[in-house]
C-alpha cells in the first residue's frame, strides 16, 4: 500500500467527499420537491442519510486502490475476517441491484451474452460482467479488487461467477464452503467451516498485507452483531399496525448491513433508523395511510418494479410488513458469540435463509405470517434465483393450506426486465387484490 | 462390432429385487457407491428418465433444468414409493433444492439420504469432511438396513478396482482410435453402468472390451464436453456425419469414471481419496485453468481437432465456465461447437446441421 494512495484516501473522506456531499444538496435543494402521493405517510428522515452513507461508499472506493487493499465480496459471506484486515469491500450484488433499480439490467446484461454468457445465467452475474467487460456503472467506477471473497452460503452461482472473475482479472478467490443444511447442522460442518478459516487466513493477510488480530476481528464481529441486530430491530417495528415502514422501503434501507457490516458507520445508521421507526409506530404514523391489508414478499426484490409495485400496493391499502429477503440479514445473528468466535461464525454464516431447508423456510415463513399479521403472501419467482425459487410453488401451496391465507407468484426477474411481462403479472394481482378484499 | 447384449433397466431391477436386494434411485453426480453395493443396495442413477413432463412442471418453474425436472417426474411417477432409499449427492442448486423439495414437502414412501460434496480446493479440511460425510453415510444405511457384513467394503473396492482399470481401459481404446466403437454404441455400454450392478457390469465390459479392439472408423475426431452424452439422435447424428467422439468431458461420464482407482488402505480413506482424484468439473468448483488444461489434455491424446459442448438448457454450472473454456480452447488452436438440449427431447434437424458444419470447418 503506497503512502500517497493512502494520503489521497484520507483527503477525500475528510474533505472531497464532504465538499461533494454539500454540493449535491445544494443542488437538490434547487430542484422541486416531488408532489407527494397521498398513500404514503410521510417519507422516512434517515433516506438522505441513507443515500450519503452509500453515495459516500462508492464515491471513496475509487480512492481505495493503492490505499487499502479491495475485496469483492458476496453479500452472505462473512465479511468480519476482511474487516479485520482493513479490506475495502464491494459487494457486487449490491452494485447489481442499483444497476436493477437504475433499470440498467438488460443493458449490462447483454454486454455479457455477447460475450458468450448464456441468458439463463442470474442477472447479477450478468450485470457484473457487463460491467466488468464495458465499464458502465451508476456507481461511477468500481475498483478493481486485489481479492475475490466467495461463499456458496447463498448459492453455488456465485462459486461460478467468481471463478470466472478471478479467472478473467487474474486475482486470488477464497471460497468459503458452507455444507447445505438438508436437516441439521453437524458439529463435522461446523469443523469443516472452522478448518477453512483458519486455512484461508493466511491468504488473507497475504493480500492485505498485514497479520490478522483476533481481538481486532472480535470487536469487527461485535460492530456486525450490533448493525444485524439494530435491523432486525428496524424490521420488527413494522409488527406495529399501521407499520411505520413498507418493505419497498426495507429493501433500500437494507443496504448498510449488507454492505458495510461490520464498520461502525452500519451500526449508527440503524440506531438513527430504528429511533425513527419507534417513534413513527409511537405516532401511529405508517409508511401508507390507509392500510388495510398485510402482507408478506418471499425472495428478492423486482429492483426495476420497486417503485411501481410500492405505488400499486399502497394505493389498494396494501402494506408488504415483512419479507424473507430482509430478513436474511438478521436472522441467524444471535448465533454470533465471541467466546467461540470461529465456531460461531460459522453457524451464523451456514445457517442462513438460503442454506437451510425449505421446512425451515416454511416454519419460518408461517411464525413470520403470525407474529406480522400477514393477511396475503407475494411469491417473487426470480429466474435469476434458483436457490430462492426452486420450491416455491410447493411452499405457496402448503402456507395457503396451512394458513388459510390467499398467495399469488409473480413470475419475474432480479434485474433483467425482458422476463417480465406486466400484464401477466397484473392480471395475476387483481385475481390476488380480489381473493384479499373478500377475505 | 456388434452392440452387446445389454440387460435393461427394468430386466435387472426385477432379477436384483428377486435375489432380496435394494434399490436407490440416486440423483446425479458424484456418490460414493461402493458404500451402497458393500449394504448391499443397487444405485440406480437418475439422469435423464424418458417420461413425458406431466407432474413436475406444477412444481418446478420452467427456468429449471431438464434433469431436474425429469428426474423429479420419475419420482412422481412412482419411483419415489417403489424404491428403498433416494439419494441426493450436491451438485449444484438445482438439486439441493430438489432434494429438499421431495424430502420436505413432496415426501414419498422411500427415505431420502443427502451426501454434501466438498467444493475444490480440496484442503486438509475437505479431505477430513469427506471422510466424515462417508461414514455419516455408512451410519445412515446400516440405520436403514443393517450393518454391513464382514468384507463387503472390501469387496465393493475390489470391483470399484476393476470398473476403474475396465474404464480407463474403455477411454483409452477409444482416445487411440483402437476401439471399433461408434458413439452410440460407447455410450449405450458405458451408460448402463449407471444401473448394473458390478458383478454384472465388469463381465459385460471386459467382453465388449475384448470384442470391440479394432480400428475406429474415420472421420474428424472430436472431444464431447457438457453433462451427458445424447440425446441419442444428437449421438447418430455423430456417427452419421462421421464426426469421431475421441474423448468426453461429460459429468456423467469421464468426470466420474476416470478417477484414480481405491487405493488399498482404510476402506472408508481409500475411498475418500476416489472422490478427490476425480478429472476437474465444474459441479466440483475446478478452476477453469484445471478445467482448460484438462480438456486440451482430453484433445491431445485422442488427436481431436474440435470439442462440442452439449450443454442442458439452464445449466448453471457448465454454462458459467462456457465462455472462458471456448476463449481458451480457441487460443490453443481447437474450435467448439455449442449445442443447448434438454435430455428429454431430441436434438433435432438443426443440431446435425450446426454439427455437419462445424465438421467441415474442422475439415
Ligand atoms: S440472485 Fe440468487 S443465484 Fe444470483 S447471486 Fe443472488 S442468491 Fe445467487
Ligand atoms: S444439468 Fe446442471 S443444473 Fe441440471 S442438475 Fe445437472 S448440474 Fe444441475
Not at chain 1, 461508499?57 to 469483492?72: D, E, I, S, T
Not at chain 1, 419479507?323 to 451464523?348: F, G, V
Request: net charge negative.
Amino acid at each position: 500500500m503506497s503512502l500517497s494512495d493512502k494520503a489521497k484516501l484520507q483527503f477525500m473522506k475528510d474533505l472531497g467527499f464532504p465538499a461533494l456531499a454539500s454540493l449535491q444538496k445544494a443542488m437538490r435543494g434547487k430542484r422541486a420537491p416531488r408532489k407527494a402521493n397521498p398513500d404514503f405517510g410521510p417519507p422516512l428522515k434517515c433516506t438522505a442519510r441513507l443515500k450519503e452513507i452509500m453515495t459516500r461508499h462508492y464515491y471513496l472506493a475509487r480512492f481505495a486502490p493503492g490505499a487499502k487493499p479491495v475485496a469483492w465480496v458476496t453479500s452472505g459471506a462473512p465479511v468480519e475476517l476482511l474487516r479485520a484486515l482493513d479490506f475495502y469491500t464491494i459487494y457486487p450484488e449490491n452494485h447489481g441491484a442499483l444497476c436493477g433499480a437504475q433499470k440498467m439490467g438488460p443493458e449490462l446484461c447483454q454486454v455479457a451474452e455477447d460475450e458468450g454468457y448464456s441468458a439463463d445465467l442470474c442477472s447479477y452475474a450478468r450485470v457484473d460482467l457487463g460491467h466488468m467487460l464495458s465499464g458502465k456503472t451508476p456507481a461511477g467506477k468500481l475498483p478493481k479488487p486485489d481479492l475475490l471473497f466467495c461463499s456458496n452460503n447463498i448459492c453455488q452461482t456465485v462459486a461460478y461467477w467468481y471463478k470466472v472473475m478471478a479467472h478473467r482479472l487474474g486475482v486470488p478467490l477464497v471460497m468459503f464452503d458452507t455444507p447445505f443444511n438438508y436437516t441439521e447442522i453437524s458439529q463435522d460442518d461446523i469443523d469443516y467451516m472452522v478448518g477453512q478459516v483458519k486455512d484461508m487466513i493466511p491468504v488473507l493477510e497475504k493480500a492485505a498485507g498485514k497479520a490478522f488480530d483476533m481481538e481486532r476481528f472480535i470487536q469487527v464481529a461485535e460492530l456486525s452483531r450490533a448493525a444485524s441486530e439494530l435491523w432486525g430491530q428496524c424490521l420488527e417495528t413494522m409488527k406495529a399496525r399501521p407499520a411505520p415502514m413498507t418493505i419497498f422501503d426495507a429493501f433500500v434501507h437494507l443496504a448498510p448491513v449488507v454492505s458495510l457490516r461490520g464498520l461502525p458507520v452500519a451500526r449508527e445508521y440503524y440506531e438513527i433508523l430504528l429511533a425513527e421507526l419507534l417513534d413513527r409506530a409511537r405516532s401511529g404514523i405508517g409508511a401508507i395511510t390507509n392500510e388495510k391489508k398485510r402482507l408478506m414478499w418471499d425472495n428478492i426484490a423486482i429492483w426495476y418494479k420497486v417503485r411501481d409495485f410500492s405505488e400499486l400496493f399502497a394505493s389498494r391499502g396494501m402494506n408488504f410488513v415483512a419479507a424473507t429477503y430482509t430478513n436474511a440479514w438478521a436472522e441467524t445473528i444471535q448465533h454470533l458469540d465471541m467466546s467461540q468466535p470461529l465456531e460461531s461464525l460459522a453457524k451464523t454464516y451456514s445457517l442462513v435463509i438460503l442454506n437451510n431447508n425449505l421446512e425451515h423456510r416454511l416454519n419460518l415463513m408461517a411464525k413470520m405470517v403470525s407474529e406480522y399479521a400477514v393477511d396475503g403472501l407475494v411469491v417473487h419467482s426470480a429466474r435469476s434465483c434458483k436457490p430462492y425459487s426452486l420450491g416455491q410453488y410447493d411452499l405457496k401451496r402448503l402456507l395457503s393450506e396451512r394458513l388459510g391465507i390467499p398467495a399469488v407468484v409473480i413470475e419475474a426477474d432480479i434485474t433483467d426486465y425482458r422476463y417480465f411481462s406486466e400484464e401477466q403479472a397484473l392480471t395475476r394481482l387483481e385475481a390476488f387484490f380480489e381473493a384479499l378484499e373478500a377475505a | 462390432m456388434s452392440m452387446p447384449s445389454i440387460p435393461s433397466r427394468a430386466e435387472h431391477l426385477e432379477a436384483w429385487r428377486e435375489s432380496g436386494g435394494k434399490v436407490c434411485a440416486a440423483f446425479p453426480a458424484q456418490y460414493p457407491k461402493e458404500l451402497l453395493w458393500a449394504h448391499g443396495v443397487l444405485p440406480v442413477e437418475v439422469w435423464d428418465p424418458p417420461l413425458a413432463a406431466t407432474r413436475a412442471p406444477g412444481h418446478l418453474q420452467p427456468y429449471i433444468c431438464s434433469v431436474v425436472r425429469q428426474g423429479l417426474e420419475l419420482l412422481l411417477a412412482g419411483a419415489g414409493d417403489s424404491v428403498d432409499l433416494i439419494l441426493f449427492p450436491h451438485t449444484c442448486d438445482s438439486l439441493q433444492n430438489l432434494a429438499s423439495l421431495v424430502g420436505d414437502y413432496l415426501k414419498p414412501a422411500a427415505p431420502s439420504l443427502f451426501f454434501y460434496n466438498p467444493k475444490a480446493p480440496f484442503k486438509a479440511p475437505a479431505r477430513e469432511f469427506y471422510l466424515d460425510q462417508l461414514h455419516a453415510l455408512d451410519r445412515q444405511l446400516a440405520g436403514l438396513f443393517g450393518p454391513r457384513a464382514q468384507g463387503a467394503l472390501e469387496q465393493a473396492l475390489e470391483w470399484s478396482r476393476a470398473l476403474a482399470a475396465l474404464h480407463a481401459k474403455a477411454y483409452k481404446m477409444r482416445a487411440l482410435g483402437e476401439l471399433a466403437a461408434g458413439a452410440g454404441e460407447f455410450y449405450a455400454v458405458l451408460r448402463a453402468g449407471e444401473y448394473l450392478h458390478p458383478t454384472a457390469l465388469i463381465p459385460l465390459l471386459e467382453g465388449w472390451l475384448a470384442q470391440s479392439a479394432g480400428s475406429a472408423s474415420a472421420g474428424e475426431r472430436i472431444v464431447l464436453s457438457g453433462v451427458l452424452p445424447g440425446p441419442p439422435d444428437l449421438l447418430e447424428s455423430l456417427d452419421v456425419l462421421g464426426l469421431v467422439v475421441g474423448n468426453d468431458d461429460l459429468l456423467s461420464m469421464s468426470r466420474r469414471l476416470l478417477t484414480s482407482p481405491p487405493g488399498t488402505g482404510e476402506p472408508l480413506a481409500a475411498l475418500g481419496e476416489v472422490f478427490l482424484h476425480m478429472p476437474p468439473c465444474s459441479t466440483r468448483g475446478s478452476s477453469l485453468e484445471e478445467r482448460l488444461a484438462w480438456i486440451k489434455g482430453l484433445a491431445g491424446q485422442s488427436k481431436s481437432k474440435g470439442v462440442v459442448f452439449v450443454e442442458v438448457k439452464f445449466c448453471e454450472p457448465e454454462l458459467f465456465d462456457l465462455p472462458e473454456l471456448r476463449r481458451g480452447l480457441k487460443e490453443a488452436g481447437l474450435p467448439s461447437l455449442v449445442l443447448e438440449v434438454d435430455v428429454n427431447q431430441a436434438a433435432g434437424g438443426q443440431a446435425a446441421t450446426r454439427l455437419e458444419a462445424f465438421r467441415e470447418m474442422m475439415a
